[in-house]
């Protein structure tokens, strides 16, 4: 059975990313390594700071795009209800 992730990065500034993948570890090593052009290497955003596993592609992206329309606050809340102290969660990764 296929897994499928949607997750929150940040930077030190806190701008999000929201994003869905079916390898989070793959993604995550081109988030820190910047390989691919775009937001998240423009501002250096590399820190995983949440994220959720889902069984079915469409939950995963009907779920992406609902977080990604949701408030600031309510990400930061969503952020903090799994990882109050905003650690890296894949820095143990690598």
Do not use: C
């Amino acid at each position: 059975m296929k897994n499928y992730f949607v997750y929150i990065l940040t930077n030190k500034s806190r701008t999000f990313y929201v994003g869905m993948t079916n390898n989070l570890e793959r993604r995550m090593s081109e988030h820190k390594q910047k390989l691919v052009d775009g937001f998240t290497k423009k501002y250096n955003i590399t820190l995983l700071v949440y994220y959720e596993t889902y069984p079915d592609v469409n939950a995963a992206i009907a779920h992406e795009k609902q977080v990604k329309d949701w408030r600031r606050e309510k990400k930061i809340a969503l952020i903090e209800s799994q990882n109050p102290e905003w650690k890296d969660l894949s820095a143990d990764w690598f």
